[in-house]
């Protein structure tokens, strides 16, 4: 099956007519004119999901994302707004009660209850990534793999939009005590000093592109200095091309960010703009398509990725066109990630086999130039899994799997095997191949 796709050239000038950023949060739900439309039950089911789990969006969404003739079934909508299924039956039922209550303080222990039970930071985020310094942590910072350093400053620690099946949910919340960030900008040099083997440093959040340019650059410029030569590759992780493509073309200090992205590059560091897209119609605005096109004219090169996600993107056709997509407007397919044990897992979570049989189908439909994708790919404790096959050795039906990354350098790409199980979601269900008591990195 070949994709055929369309990549209009039509240019946006910067002083075509822009709208101002208008945002809606779980207390302005029901004011969105859309929402008011839908039956009663429905905005009753998104008023309880989105006590517990963080809801944000904004009008570009709203507008040119969603097709509102039958929301429920529209991918962006489901990307964007609560459902009633993305907390399980108990949980909604213990939120739905104590909001009947109207009594706060049973409101608040609840949903910090069930809060508690999601798995707020998964793959030891908070146990095992958190650097230290003189034994005191850093909270602003997460260095699971030698060569990477994460950086979350404080003042991008929010989205032009919400994910609903995003992994830092917990980030959005406003509860400080599971929040990372940084409270100070000097944290992360202090610690690029000290780490001499760190190559790359990744800003991320939330989405660090919701600051402003010049906070931006009070973070990004002390890392072109001589002293820092040893940081090759600057990452940027943000979904702003889908979200909010303005803040690359219209904004008031659209140019200023393009000119930093430039300074970026003509320093002699290679600048990764990690885009996270889900779904084929994030591409489709010619606005959405412009931003694309300032951000590589700047020298940056843009990589995607994004989990598979039911209700979403559990299509290969949807995968194909998405990567083909891409290809043709320049941006490299870097990812699919299987998604994470964590949050509203259990509503979007595609078991392993078909994760793997739905990757094999989407990249038997695209050229070997938008083959680039790995995966399907566990970002898991131990590091980042990929499910490479499925096979039989020895009359055992088995998963193939390697290491993309791990936390010890010498399991990556190091093949290993899993007994095939078709329920299994997550690498903690699989259980080791050929009479195996374990795997070789449960040491």
């Known amino acids: 099956m070949s994709i055929q796709v369309r990549v ?15 945002v809606y949060t779980a207390r302005h739900l029901e004011q969105i004119p859309q929402v008011q439309r839908l039956p009663s039950q429905i905005r009753q089911e998104m008023k309880v999901v989105a006590s517990v789990l963080p809801f944000r969006v904004n009008q570009y969404v709203i507008d040119d994302l969603i097709d509102w003739r039958d929301p429920i079934a529209d991918p962006i909508f ?3 707004f ?34 508690a039970q999601l798995n707020p930071h998964p793959a030891g985020q908070l146990e095992q990534n958190i650097p230290k310094v003189n034994g005191e942590p850093v909270l602003g910072l997460q260095h699971k793999y030698r060569e990477t350093v994460l950086f979350f400053p404080s003042s991008g620690q929010v989205c032009h939009s919400y994910c609903t099946f995003c992994f830092r949910w917990a980030q959005f919340v406003g ?13 992360l040099c202090d610690y690029l ?3 001499p083997e760190v190559t790359d440093v990744l800003i991320t959040g939330g989405d660090p592109l919701v600051m402003k340019t010049k906070n931006l650059r009070a973070y990004l410029e002390p890392l072109l200095a001589p002293e820092f030569d040893h940081i090759r590759s600057i990452r940027l992780g943000s979904k702003a091309l889908t979200f909010w493509p303005y803040r690359f073309v219209t904004d008031a200090d659209a140019q200023d960010l393009l000119a930093l992205l430039r300074e970026i590059v003509a320093a002699g560091k290679h600048l990764a703009f990690m885009a996270h897209y889900n779904h084929w119609r994030e ?20 990589r995607s990725q994004g989990p598979l996600l039911r209700h979403i993107n559990d299509h290969p056709a949807d995968w194909a066109r998405l990567w083909q997509t891409q290809v043709e407007l320049g941006i490299q397919p870097y990812y699919m990630f299987v998604e994470r044990d964590t949050g509203a897992q259990h509503y979007f979570e595609v078991p392993l086999a078909q994760a793997w049989q739905i990757y094999r189908q989407a990249m038997q439909q695209v050229s070997g130039i938008a083959r680039t994708a790995r995966g399907p790919s566990m970002s898991a404790t131990p590091g980042k899994v990929e499910i490479q096959g499925v096979t039989e050795i020895h009359g055992e039906k088995v998963f193939v799997l390697r290491f993309i990354q791990g936390r010890n350098p010498d399991w990556v790409q190091r093949p290993f095997f899993a007994r095939y199980d078709e329920q299994a979601t997550w690498l903690h269900h699989l259980k080791p191949a050929f009479g195996e008591s374990k795997f070789f990195f449960e040491d």
């Open 193 to 195: 000093r000290e780490h």
């Open 82 to 115: 609560p459902q009633k299924g993305m907390l399980k039956p108990a949980h909604y039922q213990a939120v739905e009660a104590a909001l009947a209550t109207e009594d706060a303080a049973h409101i608040k222990a609840t949903i910090a209850e069930v809060r």
């Open 8 to 22: 209009p050239v039509q240019e946006l000038s910067e002083t075509s007519l822009a709208p101002s950023f208008k």
């Open 78 to 80: 489901q990307l964007t």
């Open 283 to 302: 591409l489709e605005t010619p606005i959405a398509r412009q931003a694309v096109a300032n951000v590589r004219a700047t020298g940056a090169q843009i």
């Open 175 to 187: 509860d400080p005590s599971l929040k990372i960030a940084a409270k100070e900008s000097s944290q």
